[in-house]
């Protein structure tokens, strides 16, 4: 398990089965365990990176410090000096007592059949966010 002390974004390596795990910094159960959501993004099952044109999608995961103009993954309006996309919104801020985003990029898979054409509707991503911890048991 490797602690997230500051702004960042990583990747995921389908070989290691990577999880990400956002922890309460005091909130435990009565266990005394931290409670938590667990994000398993192995649902997301294809995955594209981008060119280096589209600096948002050199990560699959970034976590930022919550502000209230950065709404938008990409495209975000910049009018109030706010940064463009996720990836400028990486500063190095410290997420200790922060509240903070967790940014999961998804991409789409594609099986076309000839009736699509030319329109590609068909398509499936995701991932799961869990709650984990919140009971020191199962409730039911």
């Known amino acids: 398990m490797t602690r997230l002390t500051t702004e960042t974004g990583r990747s995921t390596d389908p070989d ?6 956002v922890r309460d910094g005091a909130l435990t159960n009565s266990d005394g365990h931290a409670i938590s959501y667990q994000l398993d993004a192995r649902r997301a099952g294809y995955r594209y990176v981008g060119p280096d044109t589209a600096p948002w999608n050199q990560h699959d995961v970034y976590v930022t410090v919550a502000r209230p103009c950065e709404r938008l993954a990409v495209r975000n309006p ?5 940064a463009a996309d996720v990836a400028g919104y990486v500063s190095g801020e410290s997420l200790n007592g922060a509240d903070i985003v967790l940014w999961h990029r998804v991409t789409a898979h594609r099986l076309p059949r000839a009736e699509d054409t030319p329109a590609l509707a068909v398509q499936w ?11 020191a048991q199962n409730p039911f």
């Open 16 to 21: 290691t089965k990577r999880s990400w795990r």
């Open 78 to 82: 910049t009018t109030t000096g706010c």
């Open 125 to 135: 991503h995701g991932f799961q966010l869990l709650p984990r911890d919140w009971t």
